[in-house]
Nanobody, 126 residues
Framework: EVQLVESGGGLVQAGGSLRLSCAAS????????IGWFRQAPGKEREGVSC????????EYADSVKGRFTISSDSAKRTVYLQMSSLKPEDSAIYYC???????????????????WGQGTQVTVSS
């Protein structure tokens, strides 16, 4: 059974940092792109970043470039999202998800991902 479990969310002041974790199980970790997404109240879910653990390829949304860093640890089957210089507009529920097909690159667009975690809340106060 494919499972993705996020952790690490919380309340932080503007300018602060958080590190999110996504623990994966039930599939060959290095064969799939894993993405991070977020959804704020009243807004559509948007892609934040994604990574291919097999070759280290990454992509970021323009809104987070230079502030967020995605990484993965294949031994721990975990993908991380280090978030720095956080802004109130970064507040959202953050989800990780697995791309649809193995051994193929995907950009962080929600419709290309089929298994999702339950999400973790990030709140940035001003």
């Amino acid at each position: 059974e494919v499972q993705l479990v996020e952790s690490g969310g919380g309340l932080v002041q503007a300018g602060g940092s958080l590190r999110l974790s996504c623990a994966a199980s039930g599939f060959i970790f290095d064969d799939y792109v894993i993405g991070w997404f977020r959804q704020a109240p009243g807004k559509e879910r948007e892609g934040v970043s994604c990574i291919s653990s097999s070759d280290g390829r990454t992509e970021y949304a323009d809104s987070v470039k230079g502030r967020f860093t995605i990484s993965s640890d294949s031994a721990k089957r975990t993908v991380y999202l280090q978030m720095s210089s956080l802004k109130p507009e970064d507040s959202a529920i953050y989800y990780c998800a697995r791309a649809r097909l193995r051994r193929r690159w995907y950009r962080p667009t929600p419709w290309d991902y089929d298994y999702w975690g339950q999400g973790t809340q990030v709140t940035v106060s001003s």
